[in-house]
């Protein structure tokens, strides 16, 4: 059986599209990030980490989980905690090129497949207004950086480079491919 270990409902429903027969069992882990770590250590680090968790009490199936953060000039971003940090977050973001790091966790039997993937989007110049106005959407809260570029989000970004599923949250082409191999032993 295979098992998403994630609450995120953006991975649920992009694992499902791909046609993946899952059951889903979040983790208990509470996410602290490592600033003394670089982002993609954090990324799979915590991924891999939601994924153990999980898979310790499944141990006969193949587990997956994510980890997405937002990351300039060496800061990580990760979820806001209000509404105050998520207009900081969302001014330091403006009218800049930042990255997008997912970090995956795949483990089966002796398996512990832990890598990452990395997009980058940069921000259109926002307004004081403009943030706020995406603030009050509520969009925010519970996505690395403070934004879905899936959603409303879409209206803030100027541009982006990579892999989309990659900033939605699970780089599904690279999940895929690994699944598969998986399977095939
Ligand atoms: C940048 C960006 C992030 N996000 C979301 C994806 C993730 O759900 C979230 C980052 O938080 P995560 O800690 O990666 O995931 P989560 O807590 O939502 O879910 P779980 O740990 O149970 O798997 O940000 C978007 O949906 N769109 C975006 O454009």
Redesign the pocket.
Known sequence: MIILA???V??IELLKDAGVDFKVI??NVV?VIDEKLKPEDNAMNLAFL?ANDVFNRNPGDLVI????I?TLNNRIFG?PKDEEEAFEMLKTLSNKRHE?ITGVAILYRDRKDVFYSKSTVKFKDLTDEQINDYIATKEPF????A????GI?KSIVDTFEGDFFT???LPLKDVLKRIKEIEAI
């Not at 519970?142 to 950086?145: F, W």
């Not at 934004?147 to 899936?150: G, N, R, S």
């Open positions: 994630s609450n995120s953006r991975r979040p983790s996410e939601k989980a994510a980890d997405t937002v979820k997008v519970g996505k690395a950086g934004y879905a570029i899936q989000g900033i939605v949250g």
